[in-house]
């Protein structure tokens, strides 16, 4: 591909012409792979695998951060957003992934955390130094409340007040998320600029995009004032859990985040580059505030990536979503903050076909769907000892449950750590039987690996599958979703039992089934299997 021609090309929706049809592919790159042998995945080690990931067949690859930090989130709390953390690599680094990847016609996505730094970040410090200085108000520092607490009632995602007590100046500074990720003050103009000439540095080196992490989060309403609370918050509830005991109208879906994005797209679009929310938002109103020409490209549909299995719930959602924005969703089943999807669709066998049946809709739905590393082999979450939890949401609050288990080391083979590394993993867990290794997948066309391989070519086979208008059939049943493309029909049965589906007398093709053959010629009355996705197209 050449790149710089492509990113001369926009659609008419305003979005990088070379996003359309793509398929993603996330790299928590902590736990991907490791060239230094100290445990801890590097750049290099992303790219010395960027072979296997075109081999894949992704388009777009979206790398967590990697970025200065003290690593108290893993790499979400940025004390330095130009500089690279020495122990993922250096900017040659860098420099040297865009480029390989770029010759290889795949584009790359960094992470922007934009909602909060770290504590350890120099604005930060300077606010805390000096509460005369402009970077104090770079920040949401508040004079306590009238009793001498936090200024209101809010709550950090991650445990506890959203507010932590400056003893010097007798202040509170405002945190969603952990203490040490204090939030910006993005109503402040001087934050805007520093961030557009933070983007500004990535395109120039080349980079495709940026994933806005928590992008529902950036402005805050002007007078910070108590949140409804909702429902009673239990005794022994978790944080995630006491955290949505409340509606969160004045921290979270502002109106004017639309103003931020507007201003980054213009700059995205300069350098004929993406932006892709995660927004946390799902009602298709909302969402059409983040994602339209002119704003974000994309933003990703979370809700699936969270769900147990819950077909007719699923399908209700996701098909509710598909209508309202058929272009500019970012389909996940599975992401580096959830369980792995098999795990929550019921593990094993039985886990790993749901999955891939959701997965097979996700992929006749346009947008771009995004594979989380080690999805394609169908692994369930990995197994991390309690006292090896690394996951600030279970450290911090005492609790058995946290991210961790879908954070272990990517398995490449049977050898010591999976051939992560030599070196001990970060994250010490299970080691993974050879079966659900890349290499002990790669050579048999009948595992997952080349089931998701097949998948991710359709799309490049019959581009119809994301291009063409679509339409939803009536299944009459709520847990069976039929999706028309042009040719192209997409039957996903979620029901436990078989569904059968009349064709008329026109032949069709199986071109993929998420389990049992491809290929088969088909016409009349079909039956697809309980719990399975098929993809036909019309073979005349
Ligand atoms: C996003 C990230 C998550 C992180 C949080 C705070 O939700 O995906 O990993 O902890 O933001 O930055």
């Known amino acids: 591909m050449n790149a710089s021609s492509a990113h001369a090309r926009t659609t008419a929706a305003g979005s990088p012409a070379w996003l359309r049809g793509a398929v993603g592919y996330e790299v928590y790159v902590k736990s991907f792979s490791d060239t230094s042998?100290?445990?801890?995945?590097?750049?290099a080690g992303v790219t010395s695998r960027l072979d296997y990931v075109k081999w894949l067949g992704i388009d777009v690859v979206w790398l967590t951060p990697f970025f200065v930090s003290p690593g108290l989130d893993h790499g979400y709390d940025i004390a330095s957003y130009c500089e690279i953390d020495p122990q993922h690599g250096d900017l040659d680094a860098v420099d040297a992934l865009i480029a390989r990847a770029h010759q290889l016609g795949i584009r790359v996505v960094f992470d922007l955390v934009a909602n909060h730094t770290s504590v350890a970040h120099r604005w930060f410090e300077t606010a805390l130094a000096d509460p005369l200085s402009p970077e104090r108000d770079y920040y949401l520092f508040r004079d306590p409340s009238p009793d001498g607490g936090p200024p209101n009632n809010w709550l950090s995602h991650f445990g506890g007040p959203a507010w932590t007590l400056d003893e010097s100046s007798g202040q509170y500074w405002c945190h969603l998320f952990l203490p040490e990720q204090p939030d910006l003050n993005w109503r402040n103009p001087a934050v805007r600029a520093e961030f557009d000439a933070i983007l500004r540095f990535w395109f120039e080196r080349g980079v495709d995009g940026f994933r806005v992490d928590v992008a529902h989060a950036l402005t805050k309403h002007p007078q910070l004032p108590d949140n409804p609370q909702i429902r009673e918050i239990a005794p022994d509830a978790g944080p995630m859990s006491a955290f949505a005991s409340f509606d969160h109208?004045?921290?979270?879906d502002q109106d004017s985040n639309a103003e931020i994005f507007e201003r980054w797209h213009d700059i995205a679009a300069s350098y004929g580059a993406c932006l892709i929310a995660e927004s946390g938002v799902s009602d298709p109103?909302?969402?059409a505030r983040y994602v339209a020409p002119g704003k974000l490209d994309l933003a990703f549909a979370l809700k699936p990536a969270r769900m147990t299995w819950q077909p007719a719930e699923l399908l209700t959602e996701m098909l509710a979503l598909a209508e309202a924005e058929p272009d500019r969703l970012s389909w996940v089943t599975s992401n580096h903050d959830q369980d792995r999807v098999v795990s929550r669709f019921g593990d094993g066998p039985q886990g790993r076909q749901r999955a891939l049946a959701v997965s097979t809709l996700m992929f006749s739905l346009g947008g771009v769907p995004f594979l989380y590393q080690g999805e394609e082999l169908g692994l369930s979450n990995g197994q991390v000892d309690p006292d090896d939890r690394q996951d600030p949401i279970a450290t911090r609050n005492g609790i058995a449950t946290g991210r961790d288990l879908a954070r272990t080391p990517m398995p490449w083979n049977p050898d010591i750590n999976n051939g992560f590394s030599i070196g001990q993993p970060w994250l010490r867990s299970a080691q993974r039987p050879q079966g659900l290794t890349v290499a002990g997948q790669h050579e048999n066309p009948r595992t997952p690996l080349h089931r998701y391989r097949r998948l991710i070519s359709l799309r490049r086979h019959y581009p119809e599958l994301w291009?063409?208008?679509?339409?939803?059939?009536s299944s009459g049943r709520d847990d069976v979703a039929?999706?028309?493309r042009g040719r192209t029909l997409t039957v996903a049965n979620l029901s436990p039992e078989p569904f059968?589906?009349?064709l008329g007398d026109r032949r069709w093709r199986v071109v993929f089934a998420s389990q049992g053959a491809d290929g088969d010629a088909a016409r009349g009355v079909v039956n697809i299997a309980a719990e399975?996705?098929?993809?036909?197209v019309l073979d005349e």
Do not use: K, Y
């Not at 042998?37 to 750049?43: V, Y």
């Not at 109208?249 to 979270?252: P, Q, S, Y």
């Not at 291009?467 to 059939?473: L, W």
């Not at 399975?532 to 036909?536: I, M, N, P, Q």
């Open 500 to 502: 059968a589906i009349n």
């Open 467 to 473: 291009q063409a208008p679509h339409s939803i059939v």
């Open 482 to 484: 039929v999706v028309q």
């Open 532 to 536: 399975t996705s098929a993809v036909l």
């Open 285 to 287: 109103a909302r969402l």
């Open 37 to 43: 042998g100290d445990g801890i995945g590097d750049i």
């Open 249 to 252: 109208v004045h921290d979270l």
